[in-house]
């Protein structure tokens, strides 16, 4: 039987210093985790959007509206188009200036095709400066 001693030069030393390189794996796993973890958390979400509460922004003084009723009825201004001729509408109410924003009201009952429609209509036209027209609620009346 051999007896080993303290002293034998076959010992490893003592490391003193961190080692980082688990560590560092770790949380690249996680990270990639959570890239791809991150947008599949939203993908489900129901939205039901009746009012907004935010402040009004300042209209211009004379803003172009299109409005889509829950008939479909399909309006610019005043003036009832079909989407077909929704372009040429547009452009005559903003005088062909495409940087101007036209304003989109929607009733609630009126389907998201129906909005992307219009809203693929006024971008074939030219007219990418659209923005969204919800009802204020009663507490940002007052």
Do not use: C
């Not at 690249?28 to 958390?41: E, G, Q, S, T």
């Not at 009825?73 to 188009?81: F, K, T």
């Not at 005559?92 to 495409?98: E, K, L, P, Q, S």
């Amino acid at each position: 039987m051999a007896l080993r001693l303290a002293s034998d030069a076959d010992d490893l030393a003592v490391a003193h210093e961190i080692n980082v390189t688990p560590f560092i794996d770790v949380m690249l796993v996680l990270l990639i985790i959570f890239m791809v973890a991150a947008p599949l958390a939203t993908v489900d979400v129901k939205v039901d959007l009746p009012v907004s509460n935010a402040q009004p922004a300042a209209k211009p003084e004379a803003p172009v509206y299109l409005s889509l009723q829950a008939d479909g009825a399909i309006l610019v201004n005043e003036e009832a188009v079909d989407l077909a001729s929704l372009g040429a509408t547009i452009e005559r109410a903003t005088a062909g200036d495409r940087e101007e924003r036209v304003f989109l009201r929607a009733d609630k009952t009126i389907t998201y095709d129906a909005i992307m429609q219009a809203m693929n209509a006024l971008r074939a036209a030219g007219y990418v400066h659209v923005a969204l027209v919800g009802a204020e609620s009663a507490e940002a009346a007052r």
